[in-house]
């Protein structure tokens, strides 16, 4: 197979990062960081007061890229705390200035891809994970912990602490505080110990820290992608830490004192972690999200698109639980939605990305009972918009949950002022999987699963035969189904005929 050279540019609010790589072995062949950017206090990603020092940046790889004879040039950002608009300001001015589109990437996106490599990669990652492991990753605004259980992800959980935020805290406490230190550790203790109930404590657990860039100069060899730390060795240097002496802790990691006071979080939230999960085993590893982007969505790998996949379901199927979603019904519209949009696909035209959002909207639709039934789907899609599933973009997550807002009673038309305002972009597809959607809910709407099989037929005079196979007699869905058939009806222009087979 012929091999060709792929360049990755990666824009993170404190640097930007070159990657050439070998395709298809997927060899790096080189690795390239820009100096420190300055990062903002209360919004991290300060792209835009950096915007000259990013350009000459990327101008200086564009010209490494020609070097190599790249074929290829992929170009993700970091949305860190950024809000939509000034999202589409930053693109937009780096396009201009350097002829390159950027694709932003969410902490979700971006930790999917991380635990991937981890998953495929990472030396021991299966013995590591065969009973409990927890992997903390430190950002610069937040950090998540992940839970891996028998080598599979389990759950996540997106944490309101990160390197700099605590980093400015520190700063303004200590002209403050008479203790600093302490608010401190009982700031990050408030935001984690939420998490108390949800956290598995058994002597098999161990805790692995991801870009903790202090720890790694520590105790990570610089041959290995993974090392184990001692706890009490890890335990001395939080103390040395804490102390207001701290040059024997300098010396051992060579930065400077502004890079200290950026790193110095790495401990106190690893520690405050510990003291939460009280793991047996405590490991530091130097996987990048550079290393996870590079491997996954940077060549198209395959295989981490199906584990990111399979993390998706499994977070979708916790909220599902979570909110107490009937489970029979819940299989029921995800098996019959799936097999519309599979024989459905010359008329729809969508992707295989969009059919798992539908399988995702179809398992969390009815999560908004745990509120109220009256208006179910109202709070079905607030919800939505509140939890981000993990390795799905901000534009997935948003279809998803409008999906879950008109499945039921409202639909998505321009007389919908709150579907007139969604983006253009979303309008189409969500008025789409929603038709589909609310078809198949329709046809268990008693909730008893009456239907066992399904045979769809399109005929020439614009109708959609659907041949039920029921053990039961069907007046209530049929009812049901005639007053949400008119949404597939206005979406496809295709009128849906429900006939109904008895299986004695």
């Known amino acids: 197979m012929k091999r060709s050279l792929t360049a990755i540019i990666y824009l993170e609010p404190d640097q930007v990062n070159l990657r050439i790589i070998e395709i298809p072995t997927l060899k790096v062949i080189n690795n390239i960081r820009s100096g420190l950017l300055n990062i903002g206090n209360a919004k991290v990603a300060n792209y835009s007061e950096n915007m000259p020092t990013i350009v000459n940046n990327i101008e200086g790889f564009k010209q ?50 991380s635990m991937s490599y981890l998953l495929t990669l990472l030396p021991n990652f299966e013995k590591l994970s065969k009973h409990n492991m927890y992997l903390l990753s430190i950002g610069l605004s937040s950090t998540t912990l992940a839970y891996f259980h028998h080598g599979s992800f389990e759950r996540a959980w997106d944490i309101d602490l990160g390197n700099a935020k605590i980093s400015y805290l520190v700063g303004r406490l200590r002209k403050t505080a008479t203790n600093p230190t302490e608010i401190i550790q009982d700031y990050i203790s408030s935001k984690l110990e939420y998490l108390t109930p949800e956290l598995t404590k058994k002597k098999h657990t161990v805790m692995m820290v991801q870009n903790a860039l202090s720890l790694n100069k520590l105790f990570l060899p610089n041959d290995q992608q993974i090392a184990e730390v001692s706890l009490d060795e890890f335990h001395d240097d939080y103390q040395k830490i804490l102390s207001p002496v701290k040059d024997g802790l300098m010396k051992n990691i060579q930065i400077d004192d502004q890079q200290f006071e950026l790193l110095l979080p790495n401990y106190l939230v690893t520690a405050r972690t510990v003291r939460l999960i009280q793991p047996a085993g405590l490991y530091v590893t130097d996987i990048s999200t550079m290393d996870g982007i590079s491997h996954g969505i940077g060549v198209a790998n395959p295989k981490t698109r199906r584990q990111i996949n399979e993390m998706i379901r499994t977070a979708t199927d916790n909220i599902s639980s979570r909110y107490g979603v009937d489970s029979a019904h819940r299989d029921f519209v995800t098996r019959f939605s799936l097999q519309f949009f599979d024989q459905l696909r010359p008329i729809h035209r969508l992707g295989q990305h969009e059919r798992l959002l539908l399988e995702i909207a179809s398992k969390i639709d009815d999560i908004g009972n745990f509120i109220n039934q009256r208006g179910h789907y109202h709070h079905s899609a607030y919800i939505m918009e509140a939890i981000s599933l993990i390795g799905l973009s901000d534009k997935d997550n948003r279809i998803i949950a409008e999906v879950a807002r008109y499945h039921s009673a409202e639909s998505p038309d321009i007389s919908q002022a709150h579907y007139r305002h969604l983006d253009d972009e979303i309008q189409m597809p969500v008025a789409k999987l929603a038709a589909i959607l609310r078809l198949v809910d329709a046809l268990d709407d008693s909730r008893l699963q009456k239907i066992s099989s399904i045979k769809l037929k399109l005929v020439e005079d614009g ?39 008895n299986d004695h």
Do not use: C, H
């Open 463 to 501: 109708r959609l035969i659907i041949k039920a196979t029921a053990n039961d007699d069907l007046v209530l869905e049929k009812w049901s189904f005639s007053e949400k058939s008119q949404l597939f009806k206005d979406v496809y222009g295709i009128e849906p005929v429900l006939t109904e087979r």
């Open 64 to 113: 490494i890229i020609n070097d190599y004879q790249a074929t290829s040039v992929k170009f993700y950002g970091d949305l860190e705390d950024l809000d939509p608009v000034a999202a589409r300001y930053v693109a937009d001015q780096l396009e201009v200035r350097t002829g390159l589109q950027i694709e932003w990437l969410n902490n979700n996106q971006l930790m999917a891809q």
